[in-house]
């Protein structure tokens, strides 16, 4: 694997996971509000 492609799934996996993360707070506000 070249460092390019390491580099491309590493940038995908931290917006992946910050993409998961912002859905779990937007969706922890929501039941917080009820």
Same mark, same amino acid.
């Given at each position: 694997m070249t460092s390019r492609v390491l580099?491309? &799934?590493i940038v995908a996996s +931290? +917006?992946? &996971?910050a993409e &998961?993360? +912002?859905?779990?707070?937007a969706m922890e506000g929501e039941l917080g509000e009820l």
């Open positions: 580099a491309a &799934l +931290v +917006v992946g &996971l &998961l993360y +912002v859905m779990v707070r």
